[in-house]
């Protein structure tokens, strides 16, 4: 599978993601500017009350954008929303993605949203949140490779950290995957800060922080975290 350029380009550093899930986080994604961040993420789900006006300000956002309607199974927070609400969703946001974000257990259900995202130049990330814990190194490998066959461009997990195991499962994962695809690697919790600046360094493509308030546990204020990033990206060539 060919990944669409602008994707590739955007990928070829540690990107960080500001996380668009309230008014407030919305605003500042209005002010911010691209020193600060490379992409936004649109959380839709967030919105799902005034969609319309969420689609017209992402018109206006100052970065490319990442189409989220999160499945409530996987933390979203749409409850009831039914498959058909989903796709439509996605195709009402599709004009303004540059990529978009499906849990990895939908992908079957989601074939026509991938094939449309596909065909219209828009890279499609397929992920994985555990919420309690993090998986072994082989089940994350076997996900890599379901994500890989269902047609993502990029593999994302994000798992709970609850100590320095979890979070040495997630570098190993990620120095040894073998799919080729982009990874975007994660942990939330305990350890879940200082996994976002290792897993940055060891090669992780998107590595999300909050604007206004976190909607995730461990994230960092986006700009702090692209500016962490940089500052250790610094050092290693020293």
Known sequence: MKIPAQITTSLSY??????????SSLAGARRIGKKECDWL????DN????????????RTL??????????????????????RQRRGLYGDFMEVAGMVDIELRWAGRMKETIREAHAAGVGVILSHHDFNRTPSPDRLRRLA???RDAGADVFKVAAMTHGPLDLAMLIDFLANEK????LAVMGMGAYG???????AQAGSCLNYGYLGTPNASGQWPVAILKARIAELRNVAKD
Not at 14 to 23: E, F, I, L, N, R
Not at 41 to 44: A, D, H, K
Not at 179 to 182: D, G, M, R, V
Not at 193 to 199: A, E, F, H, I, T
Request: glycine share 8%; net charge positive; with cysteine.
């Open 145 to 147: 490779r379901e994500a």
């Open 62 to 83: 100052p970065c490319p954008r990442i189409v989220t309607v999160r499945d409530a199974s996987e933390g979203g927070m749409a409850e009831g929303l039914t498959l």
């Open 41 to 44: 993420e649109l959380r839709v």
């Open 193 to 199: 800060k200082v996994s976002r600046l290792v897993l």
């Open 179 to 182: 799919t080729a695809l982009p």
């Open 14 to 23: 540690p990107a960080v993601v500001g996380t668009v899930h309230s008014a």
């Open 47 to 58: 919105f799902i009350g005034t969609p319309a006006k969420l689609l017209r300000a992402a």
